[in-house]
């Protein structure tokens, strides 16, 4: 189920507690708390020497106080309210958390850092449906952005922002070319995956209007895409061959590429990606539990 779905409810129920409590339940223990103590102290003056001192006092404290607690469902429910509201706002509208489950983004992400992902950078919006409602911004080229999988909303994935709206993306023998203009690619020493115990090629490649950027190419996968899907929206707007694929992207969409390329499974494969499936940009690597160094800031 939806983690913000979740949430939702969660705010919802806790804060219909929180409100009937300021609105009626709050109300009602002042009054009952009233009526016990009149009565206590009705009994004290009808006790001449009985109903004075410390003993007295500390009596009738503890029945205000017992009068006036609420029960314990309420506690529990409206008292977490502030903190579910803050948690819910922080995560719809500012950054919200996640994990790296695999390793398609290698070397820039690698599998089990945690990342944050900054949610107004391309708009404010509406949590849940995750209708834009503020336009702030627009992915660019080079971002390393979180969006929801197209053939699975309920799936959230992260690739690089490859093509914009209107730009025509080619990938032929390994190599990107945007717009007529080819990236650059600069060799580093070969990469080691610690995971599958293997080298690949690494290296710095810049897109036209883009920061740089590390990838990995296997040196024995072929060039041409294979087991692409045949019917995702705006097929015909990419041509395949045996070197690789050109697209043109079109309105509202995105074309997205994880920087380990030969184990990516991106928009070479199932498509675009729709503007409104975007949940922000990643920016920040907080945690890796197996490496206390990744954290920071990465292209």
């Given at each position: ?43 004290r003056a009808a006790m001449p020497g009985h109903g004075s001192g410390a003993d007295f006092e ?215 990606v729709p503007d409104e499936n975007i949940v922000g940009k990643a920016f920040l690597i907080w ?13």
């Amino acid at each position: 189920m939806n983690f913000a779905l979740i949430l939702f409810v969660l705010v919802v129920i806790t804060g219909i507690a929180w409100v009937a409590d300021k609105l009626v339940f709050q109300k009602q223990r002042r009054v009952s708390a009233q009526a016990a103590l009149a009565e206590f102290d009705a009994r004290r003056a009808a006790m001449p020497g009985h109903g004075s001192g410390a003993d007295f006092e500390s009596s009738r404290s503890r029945l205000a106080e017992e009068k006036l607690r609420q029960p314990w469902w309420l506690e529990y429910s409206a008292s977490f309210f502030p903190v579910i509201l803050a948690v819910f706002v922080l995560r719809s509208f500012v950054v919200e958390p996640f994990k790296i489950p695999s390793g398609s983004m290698i070397p820039t992400l690698l599998i089990g850092d945690f990342i944050l992902v900054n949610k107004y950078e391309y708009g404010l919006r509406l949590p849940v449906i995750n209708k834009k409602i503020v336009s702030l911004g627009e992915p660019q080229r080079g971002d390393v952005m979180v969006f929801r999988y197209p053939k699975d909303p309920s799936l959230d994935y992260i690739k690089r922002v490859i093509g914009v709206p209107g730009d025509v993306v080619t990938y032929e023998n390994k190599r990107l070319t945007v717009n007529g203009k080819p990236a650059q690619y600069d060799a580093l020493p070969d990469y080691l995956d610690e995971e599958r115990l293997s080298y690949s090629k690494h290296y710095k490649e810049t897109l036209p209007g883009g920061a740089p950027h590390g990838i990995l190419n296997d040196a024995d996968r072929p060039a041409f895409v294979a087991g692409a899907d045949p019917d995702f929206p705006f097929r015909e707007n990419c041509t395949y061959n045996q070197q690789g694929v050109t697209c043109k992207v079109p309105s509202g969409h995105y074309f997205v590429m994880g920087d380990n390329r030969d184990n990516s499974l991106d928009s070479r494969y199932w498509g675009f990606v729709p503007d409104e499936n975007i949940v922000g940009k990643a920016f920040l690597i907080w945690m890796n539990l197996g490496n206390l160094g990744r954290v920071g800031s990465f292209q």
